[in-house]
């Protein structure tokens, strides 16, 4: 089957743009992730998403913002774009308590 | 806080050695712990995982140890090959709810 499928692949924007990121999860798998990931750093936990409920949030300033679907796509946004913004941006899908799958992530660059 | 970490940024190993990646993590209520690689420009891949109620998982070549009582998970990844370079998560997460708290990560280089 399909696995997490994220797009776009690549993105470039301008300091304070918005950008919204896309993210399918593997057929069936209910719950959807976001990580945040930075040259040499490991994974900075977004938020989680589970039957289009934000479940739990990590620690990002309020820019950072996302929402899930009744076919649990997720899409996240990030508004008013910062230099420091520029990251891997990875979505994480599992079925409830077991392993999370990976997109290849949205590499995102602000200049 | 809650934290996963890892003893050694980067591990050079011999092709054909043995590999061990360690980790610390800090929440002992934690019941669940997975490993991940992550080979460059690409998402981290899941290699295995444990629960508390094990101490120790064989995969393909992999084993993962559990040692609740000094809070120590280690990858040991036997005969270590060229594709075995990437970097190396673990990962954790306590049953309260479904976010994985991660590690830093490990960088394995493998010599030839």
């Known amino acids: 089957k399909a696995g997490v499928t994220q797009t776009p692949r690549y993105l470039i924007k301008t300091r304070g743009q918005q950008v919204t990121l896309s993210c399918s999860p593997i057929s069936g798998h209910r719950s959807v992730s976001w990580y945040q990931q930075t040259p040499g750093q490991g994974l900075q936990f977004l938020f989680e998403y589970f039957s289009e409920t934000q479940r739990n949030k990590g620690n990002f300033p309020g820019r950072f913002s996302g929402r899930q679907f009744s076919n649990s796509r997720s899409e996240m946004n990030v508004s008013t774009l910062e230099l420091g913004d520029s990251a891997l941006y990875l979505c994480?899908?599992?079925?409830?308590?077991?392993?999370?799958?990976f997109g290849q992530g949205t590499r995102l660059t602000v200049v | 806080g809650e934290s996963v970490g890892l003893h050694l940024p980067t591990l050079s190993v011999q092709e054909g050695d043995n590999s061990i990646i360690n980790c610390a993590y800090s929440?002992?209520?934690?019941?669940?712990f997975i490993w991940y690689k992550q080979e460059s420009g690409k998402g981290p891949q899941f290699i295995i995982d444990i629960r508390s109620n094990m101490d120790k998982r064989q995969g393909q070549r992999v084993t993962v140890l559990l040692n609740k009582t000094v809070k120590h998970l280690s990858l040991q990844i036997a005969a270590t090959q060229p594709g075995d370079s990437a970097v190396y998560f673990c990962a954790e997460n306590t049953g309260s709810n479904y976010q994985l708290i991660w590690g830093a990560g490990t960088k394995l280089i493998i010599k030839p």
């Open positions: 994480a899908s599992s079925r409830q308590g077991s392993e999370a799958f």
């Open positions: 929440n002992s209520a934690s019941d669940y």
